[in-house]
């Protein structure tokens, strides 16, 4: 039987939920991370996307711990001073782990790798109820 055979006889209930995306809270959290080059509304950036291993802290006990499996990004945009710095900041831990030369050996070596990352918020500056994911520290494990 084929996986597609075996997967039209699973019942619904089944299977696996989509994978929620989503702000990850301030805390720390056991991540994979993957970095991609991207386009966004036709400026160079770069993405870094995490999939959640597990939540080891929340900085705010109330807050609503992320599944394992949901998946969260901060962008790099490469216009700006800003967006370079950041990135900067955020590769420089996977460059030293993997002993990797490049930003572009990073970009591209860097496939769901684990790490422990902290994390904050950062407001919209327009829309004060949307919030955007700050990686303040990474360590790859």
């Known amino acids: 039987m ?3 055979d075996s997967l039209l006889d699973t019942k619904l209930d089944d299977l696996a939920d989509l994978p929620a995306f989503a ?3 301030r805390g720390t959290h056991s991540v994979k991370a ?7 509304n036709a400026k160079a950036a770069v993405e870094l ?9 929340l900085s705010d006990p109330q807050d609503a711990k992320p599944n394992g499996g949901d998946v969260s990004n901060t962008m790099f945009m ?14 420089k831990p996977f460059q030293e782990a993997l002993q990797l030369e490049t930003i572009r050996d ?3 070596q860097v496939k769901d790798v684990e790490c422990v990352i902290t994390t904050s918020l950062r407001a919209d500056k327009k829309d004060k109820e949307k919030f955007y994911l700050e990686v303040k520290d990474i360590t790859i494990i």
């Open 2 to 4: 084929s996986d597609l």
């Open 23 to 25: 702000v990850f809270p």
């Open 34 to 40: 993957s970095f991609e080059m991207k386009e966004i």
């Open 49 to 57: 996307s995490f999939t959640m291993v597990e939540t080891l802290e």
């Open 78 to 91: 490469l216009g700006n001073e800003y967006g370079v710095g950041n990135l900067k900041k955020c590769a």
């Open 106 to 108: 990073v970009i591209e």
